[in-house]
């Protein structure tokens, strides 16, 4: 049976260019009637697809018309059906997080890679960092801090230091970013289900931003974040180059 494809491109000349080319092909479905949406673009692009398309059970796959393409498989035309026949499906799930600002407004947004929290002026921020209602650093003096999923481990928090984190851990990764006092603190390995809280020490002197896969809150006071097991997300990739794969290869580069 012939899979109803539906085709998404970034803004990109390239990305587009390939769709058309895709779309003759293959025809194109409308992602809700389709059996899978074909994503082609950068891991942005990829990350805006899977944010857009939680709503459904359809599984993406994506193909590399970016830059670094972690989360795409490389493009190639003729043999898509065989592809999508023979491809592997992993399934991840996002953080939520909520973020009160100094006005007192309620934020609340998703991330499948990280939520992080960085510094909005010249000076360091100041955190109180709290798993599950306790408090374990009373004050961290950084450029900011992060809390990662296995699928983002190897972006932002790899550049941070942090560690890369297999897919089928069930942790997460707290990162420092740039951390002062305690110097040279990177973080800490927490279990999937812990709830993480931050705390802005002397806010308005220093003020912090809160951003979820690129959405961004600012004049942040507290930050709390848990990853959401009710919201899967399926990403299928090629035979042997599945998400597992790039994160043990990427440790050797």
């Known amino acids: 049976m012939t899979k109803r494809i539906a085709f998404l491109a970034s803004d990109i000349k390239v990305a587009q260019t390939a769709r058309d080319s895709l779309v003759k092909l293959y025809g194109n479905a409308a992602p809700r009637d389709a059996d899978v949406v074909v994503a082609l673009g950068g891991d942005g692009f990829m990350l805006h697809t899977l944010h857009n398309m939680q709503h459904l059970d359809t599984p993406v ?11 795409m498989n490389e493009f190639h035309e003729d043999d898509l059906l065989e592809r999508l026949a023979d ?16 006005s ?4 609340e947004a998703l991330a499948i890679n990280e939520v ?7 000076q360091a921020a100041r955190l109180k960092i709290s798993v599950d209602g ?6 961290l003096v950084c450029d900011g801090a992060l809390l990662s999923t296995p699928a983002g481990s190897t972006a932002y928090n790899y550049s941070a230091h942090g560690p890369i984190l297999p897919i089928g851990s069930d942790v997460l990764a707290l990162t ?4 002062f006092r305690p110097r040279r603190w990177r973080g800490a390995l927490l279990p999937k289900i812990a709830k993480v809280r931050f705390d802005v ?3 308005e002197k220093r003020p912090v931003m809160a951003d979820a896969d690129s959405v961004s809150f600012a004049d942040i006071d507290w930050v709390e974040i848990r990853s959401e097991p009710s919201i899967q997300h399926r990403i299928l990739f090629d ?15």
């Open 61 to 71: 796959y994506g193909m590399n018309r970016g830059t670094i393409g972690f989360l």
């Open 87 to 102: 491809a592997e499906e992993e399934v991840i799930n996002p953080l939520a997080m909520q973020a009160m600002d100094q």
């Open 104 to 107: 007192g407004k309620l934020h």
């Open 116 to 122: 992080s929290l960085l510094r909005a002026g010249p």
């Open 134 to 139: 306790r408090v374990r650093m009373p004050e």
């Open 176 to 179: 420092a970013i740039a951390a």
């Open 201 to 203: 020490l002397d806010a």
């Open 239 to 253: 035979p042997g180059h599945g998400l597992e794969e790039r994160l043990i290869s990427e440790q050797f580069t």
